[in-house]
């Protein structure tokens, strides 16, 4: 696949819903390696720390909303800090179970976040998201 994904960020404070979530993911052969983190701060330092080693950083994140500490807002807060070479090359999905109208709306609004999936997550949808977004974003 010539736009095949590299690496992806997994990140959910729910141990089920990650395992869950990595084997569908390994399932839908889009990723070469899948990176999981238990919570938002736990993924913000993963990318900072690999900042300098841009093999190390996701090419695609999937952030859950609900998550006690900091939630998934909260991490899209600190996210658009980051350097734009960075936010270019990265794309991010929110996947989340939330039936919260406000914050399916937010999440839609926010620039950064190309698609909002409900869990579970499921091969085709990613497929599809990954494909469209890949030939759509490649010219970013």
Known sequence: MPNRTEKVLLIDDNDIDLKINAKVIKLSNFFDEIILCQSGEEGLN???KNLDHPELLPDFILLDIQMPEMDGFEFLE???HL???FLNHCKLAILS???DFGDIKKA???PLVIKLLK???YP???REL???KHVSLSGI
């Open 97 to 99: 179970s939330t039936l």
């Open 108 to 110: 839609e609004a926010n």
């Open 124 to 126: 085709h949808e990613l």
């Open 130 to 132: 990954l494909g469209d």
């Open 83 to 85: 350097p734009k070479t």
């Open 78 to 80: 600190i996210y658009k």
């Open 46 to 48: 993963y990318i900072n």
């Open 119 to 121: 869990k579970p997550l």
